[in-house]
C-alpha cells in the first residue's frame, strides 16, 4: 500500500496538490496509478484542492488526528516550523502519510514543495 501525504497553502489548487503529487511519484519512480490512498491532517481536511483531487483521482482521502501526527512524527525526515507550529508534526505531508498507511510503513519520497503543496510517499513495510 502507497499512501501519499498532503499539505499545502490556505487556496491552493488541485492542479498545484497535484504537482506536488506527480513530483513525488517521480522521485520514488512510481506512476501515479500506483497511489492507494492520500491523506492529509484535520488542519486540511475542507481543503478544496485537496478534496477536489482525492475525487479527480477516485481515491480515498484519509483525515488524520494530531495525535496520529504526532505518533508518527519520529519517522518523519524532513522538518517545517509551520508545520511544527500549525501541527505539533514536523511535516504535515509526511506524518499523515505514514498515519494513512495501514500498519508499520516506511517514507518512500520524503516531503516535496510544489505550487503552493508539499507531498510525501509512505508505503507498508513488511514485520518480520
Keep these: 500500500m502507497i499512501v501519499a501525504g498532503l499539505g ?43 478534496l477536489q483531487l482525492a475525487t479527480r483521482l477516485n481515491l480515498p482521502l484519509h483525515i488524520v488526528r494530531d495525535d496520529e501526527l504526532r505518533e508518527a512524527a519520529p519517522l518523519t525526515q524532513t522538518v517545517s516550523r509551520h508545520s511544527l507550529a500549525k501541527t505539533s508534526s514536523p511535516s504535515l505531508s509526511e506524518a499523515a502519510a505514514l498515519a494513512g498507511v495501514d500498519g508499520p510503513a516506511v517514507l518512500l519520497v520524503a516531503r516535496v514543495i510544489a505550487e503552493g503543496a508539499t507531498c510525501a510517499l509512505a508505503q507498508s513495510r513488511t514485520v518480520p
Excluded at 26 to 44: E, H, R, W, Y
Design 8 to 50: 499545502c497553502r490556505r487556496g491552493t489548487s488541485a492542479d498545484g496538490v497535484e504537482a506536488a503529487l506527480i513530483i513525488a511519484c517521480s522521485k520514488a519512480g512510481i506512476d501515479l496509478s500506483s497511489i492507494d490512498a492520500l491523506a492529509t491532517g484535520t488542519i486540511k481536511e475542507d481543503e478544496p484542492g485537496i
